[in-house]
């Protein structure tokens, strides 16, 4: 890698903030289709695929949620759904009872605080049994396009990694990383980095030598940086114009030529 990694503790606010941001316009040109991964039409739905996702994947919970929005459509039918029922259609997220109980719970406290709508406010969501800000967050930013940073554990990771923050604590990190970027921004630079963090900056062992923000990243070497084997680690679709990647690489491709031919590795 050509030239000095910045160290957080020499790095002045501005220069991180701009940091920040030029990572977030990489990872937007990396990932121009990066969504919420759960399927949903409604902020009831999101809610409900939002609890449902503690401790599972987003794929289990797709798999898991047409089969109960066809059974409890609504919050009113949830909410008077049989318990055991509902544990048996949610059983392959794991952990179906506690998530059984949040769900009835929930579900009756939309009824009857908010006449059975999904609350649009952060303050009220956060009332709700088995919501806290992160899925309060991903409901206002997806479902009703209110700005919100959804700190999961690969936000939280990757924000570490880059520096945008120190701490472990989500509500923290939280406030660190919206304090870098205009408030607009900040739902989809959830769906970039989480989308990152899923593919490619992995938490035991990311693919630095294949990552589009290698040359801004200060933890650049924690992963892989044989550009071969980090390859073998990718795990997304390439977005349009980096379809040939790997391709390149395994003819032998420098990274210089491979930056020349558009497809963003680091320096």
């Known amino acids: 890698m050509a030239g000095r990694k910045p160290r957080a503790d020499e790095e002045s606010p ?60 609504d919050a009113r039918s949830l909410s008077e759904a049989d318990e055991l029922e509902l544990q048996e259609i949610i059983r392959p997220t794991g952990f179906y009872r506690a998530k059984a109980n949040s769900l009835l719970a929930l579900s009756r406290r939309i009824v009857d605080e908010f006449d059975g709508e999904v609350p649009a406010r952060l303050e009220d969501l956060v009332t709700l049994p088995g919501v806290g800000r992160k899925t309060a967050n ?22 570490r990694r880059f520096r945008w923050t120190t701490s472990e604590d989500p509500v923290k990190v939280e406030l660190d990383v919206a304090a870098l970027f205009d408030r607009k921004d900040w739902t989809m630079l959830s769906h970039h980095v989480v989308f990152h963090g899923r593919r490619i900056c992995h938490a035991k062992k990311p693919a630095c030598a294949v990552c589009p923000v290698a040359a801004l990243c200060p933890s650049f070497g924690e992963g892989e940086t044989d550009p071969m084997k980090a390859a073998k680690l990718l795990k997304y679709e390439l977005a349009p114009g980096r379809e040939n990647l790997l391709e390149l690489m395994r003819a032998g491709r420098s990274r210089a030529e491979l930056r020349a031919a558009g497809h963003g590795l680091g320096a």
């Open 14 to 73: 501005v220069a991180l903030k701009r940091r920040a941001r030029k990572i977030n316009r990489i990872l937007g040109e990396t990932y121009p289709y990066a969504v919420a991964e759960l399927d949903f039409r409604n902020a009831f739905e999101l809610l409900v695929a939002t609890v449902l996702s503690a401790q599972t994947t987003d794929v289990r919970v797709n798999l898991t949620t047409p089969a109960l929005f066809e059974r409890y459509p």
């Open 138 to 159: 991903v409901v206002l930013g997806n479902a009703f396009g209110v700005p919100g940073i959804t700190v999961d554990t690969h936000f939280g990771r990757l924000a």
